[in-house]
């Protein structure tokens, strides 16, 4: 494993040397890359979302209030921020916590999680037609983790007029406007937490202004279309280079 491992690495260190242009998916990872490529020339590639797919869908039912998280738990590394919850369930056992997911950390976090009558999982949901029920009926989206780019269920929840709690790690800051389409918090900050979900829960108008601003916001600078005229003014100066 360690051999395929340096493998991969040695190809794709010769393919960042040797490209015309390198395309990160959020400013953070460009950080990253300038480590190791200082003089290379990069660009943001934004990853557009199809809105189309993104529409009120009643067919599941939750308890309420509820927050609603929907991650994978395949990498310790970012899976292991949900156990901030545990203080977080314990001090709000009237909000009800639903988790959409699955990976081979799963039981380290039920373990810790499921013991709380307020906490929920899921498994894994059928996409996008469940995820899409799910996003219908829950109050508050949160996306609790370790590290992150630019999450796709960050941008489908703004897209469903939810407002979002996100921590403030990676590229997810990039993906939300803090304290316009939700609230960002800081990592391992379970009393944050506790005051950002208060807070929706009981203001609805600026929960529905939140969201209404974050399906606006994903609309605007992560639709196809903005992907496409993005990667085009990319492309445009190399295209005439070479012509």
């Given at each position: 494993m360690r051999k395929v491992l340096d493998m991969r690495s040695d190809v794709a260190e010769k393919v960042f040397a040797g490209a015309t242009v390198i395309l990160p998916i959020c400013n953070y990872l460009i950080d990253i890359v300038k480590e190791h490529h200082p003089t290379q020339k990069m660009d943001v590639f934004v990853e557009g979302v199809d809105d189309s797919k993104w529409y009120k869908k009643e067919g599941m039912s939750l308890q309420h209030p509820c927050v609603g998280l929907l991650q994978d738990a395949n990498w310790w590394r970012k899976t292991k921020e949900m156990l901030v919850l545990e203080n977080v369930l314990k001090s709000m056992p009237d909000v009800h916590f639903y988790w959409a997911g699955d990976g081979q950390y799963k039981e380290k976090i039920l373990k810790v999680l499921e013991k709380f009558e307020n906490f929920h999982w899921l498994g894994s949901l059928e996409y996008p037609d469940k995820v899409r029920e799910y996003l219908t009926?829950?109050?508050?989206?949160?996306?609790?983790?370790?590290?992150?780019?630019?999450?796709?269920?960050?941008?489908?929840?703004?897209?469903?007029?939810?407002?979002?709690?996100?921590?403030?790690?990676?590229?997810?800051?990039?993906?939300?406007?803090?304290?316009?389409?939700?609230?960002?918090?800081?990592?391992?900050?379970?009393?944050?937490?506790?005051?950002?979900?208060?807070?929706?829960?009981?203001?609805?108008?600026?929960?529905a202004k939140l969201g209404k601003e974050g399906c606006n916001f994903i609309q605007q600078e992560f639709s196809m279309d903005a992907s496409a005229k993005n990667f085009l003014r990319i492309v445009a100066p190399y295209v005439k280079d070479n012509n």
């Open positions: 009926e829950i109050d508050i989206y949160a996306i609790i983790t370790g590290m992150d780019t630019t999450p796709l269920s960050l941008k489908e929840a703004q897209l469903m007029e939810k407002p979002v709690i996100a921590t403030d790690v990676g590229g997810n800051s990039e993906t939300m406007k803090d304290g316009e389409t939700g609230f960002l918090v800081k990592e391992g900050d379970g009393e944050d937490l506790i005051k950002k979900i208060s807070l929706l829960i009981k203001d609805k108008e600026l929960s």
